[in-house]
């Protein structure tokens, strides 16, 4: 296994944002986390990543524990997120912004800076271009390929279809096929759970802070219960059955082609 929550919570002071999760990610794999607003998504990728520190539990990274290891050592292990609301640095160049992700390499960072002007082909384009006026999908790209330049094991993704338009989405969410096909193991946060169901191979669902199912993603995206919280009822599932459709979380459609309930 490449990487393992085991039993942690973490909280915001008093605020108990996780509480007791167990997360398996196997190499090769993509897994999703699907869950409403608050329900701890965020706050599990920060942990991972080192940005929170643990109340109780452990993380685990080829089988080693890392659950005080600083942030930096872990991105330097091979673990690299790319943040919700994309967090890049808007004064400096789309190329500027894709070199900070490699900060902590000490080796040769020329493939990776070549594979993310090739996965994007718009940053290649807009490279010289300052990050903050660059649209929206196209922060999210300098966003995932910047964590692409750390060359991680595992790459973590928060949200990384937010905001963005349906034709954009569809992009983004064959761009992480595509990296994932290229050899890395893909953690991926969603509240399109549908899209994020469909790419994942497993995928589990937090609930104020608690793991309350896992499973294939396939199989959720069967499952009465997801659907009727997640996928909008019988909204865009293929044979879908008569569940009414439930309004999502962000009030966003699950998908660009479906109309809002
Ligand atoms: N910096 C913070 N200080 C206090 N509480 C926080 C902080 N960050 C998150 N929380 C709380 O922790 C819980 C989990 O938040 P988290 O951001 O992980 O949720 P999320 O699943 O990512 O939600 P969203 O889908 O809205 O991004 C929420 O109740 C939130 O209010
Ligand atoms: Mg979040």
């Known amino acids: ?13 008093k605020i108990r944002a996780l509480h007791g999760i167990s997360i398996e990610v196997n190499e090769g794999e993509i897994v999703t986390l699907i869950g409403a607003n608050g329900a701890g998504k965020s706050t599990t990728l920060k942990t991972i990543s080192g940005l929170r520190p643990l109340s109780s539990g452990s993380v685990w990274f080829e089988g080693a524990d890392i659950s005080t290891m600083a942030g930096h050592k872990r991105v330097v292990a091979g673990i690299s997120q790319s943040p919700e609301g994309r967090g890049i640095f808007p004064g400096m160049s789309v190329h500027e912004n894709l070199l900070m992700g490699a900060y902590a390499r000490k080796d040769d960072f020329s493939a990776e800076l070549e594979e993310a002007y090739e996965l994007f082909p718009r940053l290649k384009e807009r490279q010289h ?111 879908g059955a008569s569940a009414p459709p439930v309004p999502l979380e962000k009030g966003t459609a699950v998908d660009g082609e479906e109309t809002q309930p």
């Open 1 to 13: 296994m490449l990487l393992e929550l085991r039993d942690v919570s973490v909280h915001y002071g």
């Open 129 to 239: 271009q300052a990050a903050g006026t660059m649209s929206g999908g196209e922060q999210q790209m300098v966003a995932i390929g910047r964590a692409l330049m750390a060359k991680p094991k595992v790459l973590l993704l928060d949200e990384p279809s937010m905001g963005l338009a349906p034709k954009l989405v569809q992009q983004i969410f064959s761009i992480i096929e595509e990296i994932n096909r290229r050899g890395t193991t893909v953690l991926l946060v969603e509240q399109n759970a549908q899209q994020a169901l469909k790419l994942a191979h497993r995928a589990y669902v937090l609930e104020t802070g608690e793991v309350v199912k896992s499973a294939p993603a396939a199989e959720l995206l069967d499952d009465p219960q997801v659907r009727a919280a997640y996928l909008g009822g019988d909204l865009g599932v293929a044979g």
